[in-house]
């Protein structure tokens, strides 16, 4: 979908990590989901619920780069340096997989999405259900890309269709249409 392709992952995507720099990932990582907020807040600053929903599926979408998961195949560098820093404690002895290591944090991430949201929208008070971290990580990434796809297409459908009723209303009615 459009929103993956322009999902904020530069913060995190290019940087060369070792196995010590695993807090700098997260942070990294958080603030590229804050960055990832905040630019969701400024498209549909006046859109709550489309707003919302976009932001569930760009929080999955970082579960699934986080959890070796995503289908994009542009992050190859990244997941072999996630391979070793999340499954490697600095002794080397095997501590967290990347799945453990994104339940552990994936909280975090959400409420920065939250924060750059609201930094977006001058604080604005959100819905309530908004608090609860979602659980679309657990929906298989392509059922939620043919979602989002569908939803996309009936919103772009309704839209044309109006159009088109317009047009012919005025065409009934003899109005002139300018194209």
């Not at 542009?74 to 996630?82: R, Y």
């Amino acid at each position: 979908p459009p929103r993956r392709r322009n999902l904020c992952i530069n913060l995190f995507s290019k940087k060369d990590y070792k196995m010590k720099d695993e807090n700098d990932f997260q942070e990294d990582l958080l603030n590229a989901a804050f960055s990832q907020g905040k630019l969701l807040g400024k498209k549909y600053s006046n859109y709550s619920n489309e707003a919302y929903e976009a932001m569930k599926f760009s929080y999955a979408d970082y579960s699934d780069i986080v959890k070796g998961t995503d289908m994009m195949n542009d992050l190859k560098k990244l997941n072999k340096e996630l391979n070793t820093l999340l499954k490697e404690t600095e002794k080397g002895d095997i501590s967290v997989d990347r799945k453990t290591w994104w339940d552990d944090n994936k909280n975090v991430v959400w409420n920065a999405m939250l924060c750059g949201y609201k930094t977006e929208n001058e604080n604005q008070q959100l819905n309530s259900s908004w608090c609860n971290v979602p659980d679309d990580d657990n929906i298989d990434q392509f059922l939620r890309w043919l979602t989002e796809w569908a939803q996309q297409y009936c919103k772009e459908k309704l839209i044309k269709a109006h159009i088109i009723n317009t047009k012919c209303k005025d065409i009934v009615e003899g109005r002139k249409h300018k194209s």
